[in-house]
């Protein structure tokens, strides 16, 4: 089985502040761990993914996230907020066992302050 | 690449009828995806494809939902008949497989926003 859950409906950041995301998971096997985007009224658009290696994955658009296994955490960051984020983010899991499914998590409004 | 092609973009319909939505992968992708969409439930797989053949249909709804894959590039989600809780958006996602897989990105196209009054 496997779950991923976004504690936060929502954020608000000002921009040109560092954003944080978070991402928890429950997998039964190694994980892997995905970030999307979604604007409004359009698909999601894929930002970046941990799958082994460096805990810390850049993305997309000057995203990063860190994998951190003991505190099941794959938190999305930015260094500095851009109003142009302000979207709907998902984070997402998969794993050996999973034949592809992904999980996605509820989503996080982002809204970046002018 | 033009991505993921969904067609149409809106549907709105009166209950009882039937819906056909449509999605054209990325050409060369081997997976193909169907999600919904909805405020309450987020967003659910509702059935997955591997080289056209289904294999995992257990998030469809109900019998009402029904999917094919003729060929490589080409998938239909049909609902017949069609119900007011079937509003939603329905998206269609690809990926390029390989051996295992599990690790896979997919590609979402734009969506079907479905209205059903």
């Known amino acids: 089985a496997q779950s991923v859950a976004q504690p936060e409906d929502q954020v608000n950041v000002a921009e040109g502040n560092p954003l944080t995301v978070k991402c928890t998971y429950s997998?039964?096997?190694?994980?892997?761990l995905f970030w999307y985007v979604q604007y409004p009224n359009r698909g999601l658009q894929f930002l970046l993914k941990y799958i082994t290696g460096d805990n810390l994955v850049k993305g997309s658009y000057g995203f990063e996230a860190e994998f951190n296994k003991s505190q099941t955490s794959f938190h999305l960051k930015k260094p500095s907020a851009l109003v142009s984020d302000s979207a709907l983010y998902f984070c997402?899991?998969?794993?050996?066992?999973?034949?592809?499914?992904?999980?996605f998590g509820s989503g996080t409004q982002l809204t970046v302050l002018p | 690449d033009a991505g993921v092609i969904q067609s149409p973009r809106h549907e709105v319909t009166e209950m009882g009828q039937e819906v056909t939505l449509r999605c054209k992968p990325i050409s060369g992708h081997n997976s193909l995806f169907w999600y919904r969409q909805t405020m309450m439930r987020g967003l659910e797989l509702l059935i997955y494809f591997n080289n056209n053949v289904p294999i995992d249909d257990s998030g469809m709804p109900e019998d009402r939902f029904s999917a094919k894959m003729p060929n490589a590039s080409f998938s239909t989600l049909k609902i017949q008949p069609s119900e007011p809780r079937d509003s939603a958006v329905y998206f269609c996602a690809s990926s390029s497989s390989v051996v295992g897989g599990f690790t896979d990105t997919q590609y979402f196209g734009p969506g079907t926003r479905l209205t059903v009054l």
């Open positions: 997998v039964s096997g190694n994980p892997y």
């Open positions: 997402a899991v998969s794993y050996s066992g999973s034949a592809r499914q992904l999980t």
